[in-house]
């Protein structure tokens, strides 16, 4: 099918969001606390909706179910991916996720959750939790119970434009000051560690201790994210990651390019500029699929776009 899937995405204010989706990319949002854009989802706590063309108003869940050969006729059972913007006025719990083995058997056959996240913009001396410093499971259960916090947390500085890869296990958190876009396997499964002794509606936020030290890896591992470059036409095109559940790709163009299809079917979101897919306008905050079938694209205008795409049936 030739035919762009635009998505209509879905807001949610959370205790720590702010306001940068309305400021930044002009989205029409709930409030003043919009934590988290769900801009291609087709997950049941946060449908997104096909804009425009021959499936107006569809979710992106139905279109799945019903039309699986846009997506490759794809034997996975839901949407595998899930593409957001976040907003972080404050700090974000730190957290972490269980694999798909742990998920499946604890969290009623749920998928687990493996994440990247691409820098958007931040404050100057912004900075993220990537990783801990507990040697082993002994020494993280005994940091964790004497709320050695801080000797624990590895915190780092950051800037616009850094890339991470979150396997399952990895301590994180994104802290204040930071715009991102997460790319993520389809699950809302999250073990919170430590909410900085925060008070929501003047109680603490459930932390999932137990489960947490379940799954945190140890000693932690850091992933150095790929750095292949490769150029069609006027457009960079740059691999930031391949894994099991999906490669994401980032491009920059200036001028015109044709490309090739990755992957069954596309994920696109547009991060920056603006300009034309086959002619059809695109700007900042524009969130597309290109379908099965689709094939060669060409791009035109001065803009930056994230991509990704899952490996299909091997
Ligand atoms: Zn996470």
Redesign the pocket.
Known sequence: MREILFLKPVFKQMIWGGNRMASEYGYDIPGDNTGECWAISAHANGDGTICGGTYDGVNLSTLYKEHRELFGNSKEEVFPLLIKIIDAKADLSI?V?PDDAYANVNENGSLG?T?CWYILDCDEDATIVIGHNAKDKAELRSMIEENRWDELISVRPIKKGDFFQ?EPGTV?AIKAGTLILETQQSSDI?YRLYDYGRLQNGKPRELHIEKSIDVIECPHRDRTAENKFDRAGDARVQTMVTCPFYTVKKICLKGEAELSMDGDYQLFSVIEGNGTVDGTPVKKGDHFILPTGYGVYKLSGEMELMTSFTRGEQ
Request: charged share 30%.
């Open positions: 957290q996720h959750k994440e979150i994180h999250t």
